[in-house]
Structures are given as structure tokens and as C-alpha cells.
């Protein structure tokens, strides 16, 4: 391994912000593979999903809101990379399909239902000043291809080139242009009018941040990953509609707009896992999949960080509903932390009773569910040590939806190299090829709509390292074409699975209707979606 890189490959992976031993872990991990999750058994919600009464999520709430006056530093983290382009998947292969008029049930419900998007007034002004007719006139001639080019492309709004941050999801019938006019910069009230009655994830995902974290005066931090290329539209966006946002909730937005790390990319492998190279001889590298944002995640100046995806944006009808329970997360996440603190400070005063003792071993074996076989039998310093070991880390309360029509990550327990049993976040790609792990995985009552507040310092209020938590074998591994040569590429364990993999982890159940995730064009006529703020 050794003599795989030379001196100018050691120099230019340096450039990229890695380092050679990086590079060679990474060619190691191709050669000996990604081992498979050891799953025991799906969590239910009487087996590691807790479920809280109303009453209960009530007095959680309030835990949070208390805290929040205390001042201390709340970030949201949105992973928000993606490009508009993959909700129209299929209607790009309409346009490349041998037929004129639509054909597929999804085909058929887009035209039918299409001044229901948000989108619809604009793409009809636009239609208007270049065919000089309307949407209505273009559908009854049958000229869908032609919509949908100019959807689609640079002939028209060319949407597929957006990013999914800033694409039209919503409609806002609440007039609400009339009311902040006056605090908009002049030289934007013009820019802003032609789309007052529309929301985009970035906007839906600021209100909702601050109904979980905002105070009146206060300031809500806000972290938008994208991408470089998407960083400027992004930003100038930001910077102009989150003004009157800001005025109207009397707070103001902290926003940050990281790129993925180049550093973090992983190298791509030949079939016999060597350093594949492009055209000019240099090493390859790609991007590594949503765990490459754990870097940014890391270096969030915050004590307290909810994630969530930019793609998961309710109407202001559910809002109430979604911050509500975001707010329970983080009360649950307080109240732990509380409970951590204090059996961790007996331990580092030596003054751990034999009650208190037991009670930290019932704690962390069915709250913080990690559980060791014969425990009760090891020597009373032997269980401080191991005690303390698994309080002291990273804490993470998770949303678990029922498992109705979407899916995403299964939680499920999982035996560790240690010996103890834990809960995880288990996503398809880990197990898509054992049919025995991927008939757990379908059978699942519950998945993660990627609803997760996390405790960044430990119990001294000290910065935790997150890396130090994480596993880092839990990567993916597949095989991919690059101008018609075979290639190996490989991304880097999930944000929220093998990136979080020695954390501790507490699944709650949260109403369905907190998750409204937006996967095609389509999905924006659903009833969650449409309900639009009057």
C-alpha cells in the first residue's frame, strides 16, 4: 500500500485537503469490505420506540421553551444540497418518451392537476409573453412536451438546473406581501411582488426554525448545506426574504451557507481496488454521500442541533403540529441530559451509593436502551467504568414515523463489537443485498423522517468531538461507470447511522403528519401540501 501513491499523487491528494495514511484507510476499506449491521431485531414501540401522551409532550415543550430563555446556543442543521432536477425524473422521460400525450397515471395527474402547483402562475406568465397563450390554451391543443420543456429546460424556467432549496413548493394565499411591503428594501419590492404568493423549503424552513428555537428579540441559527455552485443564488435569496421574515417575528436569522469539504470526498478504485485515474493522470475522487456533511455538523458553534431534510417542508396548517413535537424532542433531550449530568458528576466525586448505582444501570439498559449481558455480575468498579463510558457520550433523541407509505431509516437493535446491544438507524443501502436483513427492514412498524435534535457538549458543557463517536466501517460500497470503464466508489457512513453509531439514542413516536417529504413533483398535490396558508 505503501507504494500505490507518488510523490506528485501524495501532493495533489494534499491539495484536496487529505492526507496520504487518509487515502490508504480508504484503499483498505475497499479491499477488505464494508461489514454487514449484526441486526437482532426491528425497535417497536414496546421494545425501544417510547411512545408520551399528550399531556407529557405538553410538559416537554415546556422544558424547552424554559431553556430557551436561558439564552444558550440552538442551531438547525438542513441538509440542503440537492437540485430540483430529481423531482422531475418522470417528466424527463416523458419528453424522451415515443409518445405525444401522456400516458402513466403520473403523467396523466401532473397536466390534470397543474395550476394546483405553486409554480403554475409563473411558468402561465411565461408561457403568455413567448407562445402568446396561456397553460389552458397549450394543454387543450395537446402540447405537453412543449410544457414541459419549458419547465424543464433553458428554453423555458430551467427548473432541472434549480436547486431543490429554491424551488416553489407551496402556495401562500395569506396576502402577507401587503403587510411586510413596507419592510422590504425598495430595491427589491419589485423582485419580490412577481412571487408573493409562493414559499420555497428555504422560507418554509426558516419559519419553522424559528417557532422551535426563536425568542422575541432573539436570534435563530440557521445551517443550509449546498453546494458551491448553488451557494450565491442561495445566498442572495436568503439575504433578501428573510428581512421580512425577521421584522414580522421580531428575531433575527443567523444563516450560514457551508459547501461540502473537499477533504471529505473518498477516492474511486479500479475492480482490483487500485487509485483510478482520469484523463490527465490525476487520482479520482467523488463526493461522499450525506456523511460527508458530518465535518460541517461538527463545527457547529451550538450546544443543541436539530436536522432535519430541506425536502420535509409543511404548510403553515402543520406547522403548529411539526414544531410542536420538534419542541418535545428537545425537552426530552433536556430532561436526559439532566439525568446524565447528575450520575456522571456522583461518579467523579467517587460518591455513587449502591442504589444510585443500580438506578444508573436501569437508566442506561431501558432509557438510553444499551444493554450488556450479566452486568449485574461484574465488580461494582467495573460497572462505574463501564457506566461511565456509555453515559459520557453523545446524546440524540430521533422522531420515529409509522410506516404507512414512505419509508426511510429502520430502527432497529444492533449487536456491537463490544458485546452490548444497542438502537441504531439502520438505512437500505447497509443491507439491500441479504434478503434475511432486508425482510426485517420491510417489515419494520416505524422509519426515521430524519427528525433528530442532538446534544453537542458533554456534561461539563465542553465541546464533544463527534468523530471520536463515530463508526467509521460502516461505509457503502458500489460499483458505478465512468465513460465506460468499471469503477468502485464509496461513500461515507450516514450522517445519521454509522456517523452517530456510539451515540446514545432514544426513539420517540411522532404523528405521521409531521413528515411531508417531497421525493417527485407529484408529491406537492398531496393534501399536506396543498392546504394552503390563508
Same mark, same amino acid.
Given at each position: ?66 431553556? &430557551? %430563555?436561558? +439564552? =444558550? ?11 430540483? /432536477?430529481?423531482? $422531475?425524473?418522470? !417528466? ?46 397549450? &394543454? %387543450?391543443? +395537446? =402540447? ?11 428554453? /423555458?424556467?430551467? $427548473?432541472?438546473? !434549480? ?372
Amino acid at each position: 500500500m505503501m507504494n500505490v501513491f507518488t510523490e506528485e499523487d501524495k501532493q495533489y491528494i494534499k491539495s484536496l485537503g487529505h492526507t496520504p495514511e487518509s487515502v490508504e484507510e480508504q484503499l483498505s476499506i475497499f479491499k477488505n469490505g464494508v461489514p454487514v449491521p449484526n441486526l437482532l431485531r426491528t425497535a417497536t414501540l414496546d421494545d425501544g420506540i417510547q411512545i408520551y401522551t399528550n399531556a407529557e409532550i405538553d410538559a416537554y415543550v415546556a422544558v424547552w421553551d424554559s431553556y &430557551l %430563555e436561558k +439564552g =444558550k446556543p440552538v442551531a438547525h442543521f438542513i441538509p440542503a444540497s440537492g437540485c430540483a /432536477g430529481r423531482f $422531475f425524473r418522470d !417528466l424527463i422521460n416523458f419528453l424522451n418518451a415515443p409518445y405525444d400525450d401522456p400516458q402513466t397515471n403520473f403523467e396523466k395527474n401532473f397536466f390534470k392537476h397543474l395550476p394546483s402547483f405553486a409554480f403554475f402562475g409563473e411558468l402561465n406568465k411565461f408561457c403568455l409573453a413567448t407562445e402568446k397563450e396561456g397553460l389552458q390554451e397549450l &394543454l %387543450e391543443a +395537446g =402540447k405537453y412536451k412543449l410544457i414541459v420543456e419549458y419547465i424543464l429546460t433553458e428554453k /423555458g424556467l430551467n $427548473f432541472c438546473s !434549480l436547486p431543490s432549496a429554491l424551488f416553489k413548493f407551496h402556495t401562500d394565499k395569506s396576502h402577507r406581501f401587503v403587510v411586510i411591503q413596507k419592510y422590504l428594501p425598495k430595491k427589491i419590492v419589485k423582485y419580490y411582488a412577481s412571487f408573493e404568493d409562493t414559499r420555497t423549503p428555504i422560507q418554509e424552513s426558516l419559519i419553522e426554525s424559528a417557532m422551535v428555537s426563536g425568542v422575541k428579540g432573539g436570534t435563530v441559527n440557521v445551517c443550509f448545506t449546498v453546494r458551491k455552485e448553488h451557494k450565491e443564488a442561495i445566498q442572495d435569496y436568503v439575504r433578501e426574504f428573510k428581512y421580512p421574515i425577521e421584522k414580522k417575528l421580531g428575531l433575527s436569522f443567523f444563516v450560514t451557507l457551508p459547501c461540502q469539504k473537499t477533504s471529505t470526498d473518498t477516492i474511486v478504485v479500479t475492480p482490483d481496488n487500485l487509485p483510478f485515474r482520469d484523463a490527465n493522470g490525476n487520482i479520482m475522487f467523488q463526493q461522499a454521500g450525506h456523511g460527508a456533511l458530518f465535518e460541517n455538523l461538527n463545527s457547529l458553534p451550538a450546544d443543541i442541533v436539530f436536522i432535519k431534510n430541506i425536502d420535509n417542508e409543511a404548510t403553515d396548517s402543520l406547522k403548529k403540529l411539526t414544531s410542536h413535537y420538534k419542541k418535545a424532542l428537545g425537552g426530552i433531550l433536556l430532561a436526559n441530559q439532566k439525568i446524565i449530568s447528575r450520575f456522571l458528576r456522583l461518579f467523579d466525586k467517587d460518591e455513587m451509593p449502591d442504589d444510585k448505582l443500580i438506578e444508573a444501570i436501569n437508566y442506561v439498559e431501558n432509557t438510553l436502551n444499551v444493554k450488556r449481558e450479566n452486568i449485574l455480575r461484574l465488580k461494582r468498579q467495573e460497572q462505574c467504568d463501564y457506566l461511565r463510558s456509555k453515559l459520557n457520550r453523545p446524546l440524540r433523541v430521533c422522531g420515529m414515523v409509522k410506516n404507512e407509505e414512505e419509508q426511510g431509516g429502520m430502527p432497529c437493535w444492533v449487536k456491537n463489537e463490544d458485546g452490548t446491544t444497542s438502537l441504531q438507524i439502520i438505512e437500505y443501502y447497509q443491507i439491500y443485498d441479504n434478503p434475511t436483513l432486508m425482510n426485517l427492514f420491510n417489515s419494520s412498524t416505524h422509519f426515521n423522517p430524519v427528525d433528530i435534535v442532538c446534544s453537542m457538549v458533554d456534561y461539563k458543557g465542553k465541546k464533544i468531538d463527534l468523530t471520536q463517536y463515530a463508526d467509521k466501517k460502516s461505509a457503502m460500497i458500489y460499483n458505478k461507470n465512468f465513460e465506460g470503464q468499471a469503477v468502485k466508489v464509496m461513500e461515507l457512513p450516514g450522517l445519521w447511522n454509522g456517523c452517530m453509531g456510539d451515540w446514545n439514542t432514544i426513539f420517540v413516536e411522532v404523528p405521521i403528519k409531521t413528515f411531508n417529504p417531497v421525493k417527485t413533483v407529484n408529491d406537492l398535490l398531496r393534501h399536506e401540501h396543498q392546504n394552503t396558508t390563508k
